[in-house]
């Protein structure tokens, strides 16, 4: 699946499936400098930090609605974090690309993996 999500468009450099203990099971990778600079060590302390912060998300669903993703927007890039069974899929974009869409087209490749969204827009 991580390769499909990079084949969305070309300005996604990074996939990966992240399952409940934080740990990558899965990632597909287009563009090292975005996490060459990190040792292993912080790179999983990341990874661990998706899979916590969507967790802590998920806690308010039933008062707020259901968690579609997490946008997170840094300088240079923007991170989304997609809750998926009992992990998370993690991407990396260029801030250029279209949010929406993208979002979208992410979450209708989940259904086609098994796990659907109750807001597919």
Known sequence: MCQDILSIHPKIHFSCYINRNGRIVESRLCDDRLIKDLTSHELEMRHMQCKLQ??????FEDKVGHLDYTLICRESIFEFIFPFYEGVIFVIVDKEIPIQS??????QLMTVFGFG?????
């Open 102 to 107: 993208t979002s979208k087209k992410i979450l």
């Open 54 to 59: 969507s967790s802590m998300n998920q806690e």
């Open 117 to 121: 969204s109750n807001n597919l827009r």
